[in-house]
């Protein structure tokens, strides 16, 4: 599992990491590729992008046309992503119940669900 934190360093042209659906995707190489151009990727280098990217893409695209850029699955590093509702979470970690998800319920520490999988959104909403 790779750290919130640690994705977050990976932020420019030449090391850009981005997380969609709790993949942690190294796109560096794919930036000159990708047919929305480099800027639309580097919006969210070092962060969670899989809200705007499952606006606009298909389901299958990072396994039909990058998935060599798959490097692990997001979790620890202050926050993280686990599965919401109690249940496991990949590796067999429990899940983070939604009684726990309801707390984090304020401009200054806010959480959400998406996919099953809770995103600690607090650093986006000044965004």
């Known amino acids: 599992r790779v750290g919130e934190a640690e994705v977050a360093k990976h932020n420019s042209k030449s090391d850009c990491w981005v997380v969609v659906d709790g993949q942690v995707l ?24 899989t809200e705007e990217f499952n606006m606009i893409h298909p389901p299958d ?13 997001i979790g620890g590093g ?19 119940p939604m009684t726990e998800v309801a ?8 959480w959400v669900v998406v996919d099953g999988q809770v995103l600690d959104v607090t650093s986006f909403l000044s965004e």
């Open 103 to 110: 707390k984090h319920n304020s401009k200054t520490d806010c």
């Open 26 to 49: 190294d796109v560096t190489s794919f930036l000159s590729e990708h047919p929305g151009g480099e800027l639309a990727i580097l919006t969210f280098a070092g962060k969670d992008a």
């Open 61 to 73: 695209v990072i396994g039909k046309y990058a998935p060599d850029s798959v490097i692990g699955m």
């Open 78 to 96: 202050g926050g993280g992503v686990a599965v919401a509702g109690g249940a496991p979470a990949a590796g067999g970690a429990p899940g983070i």
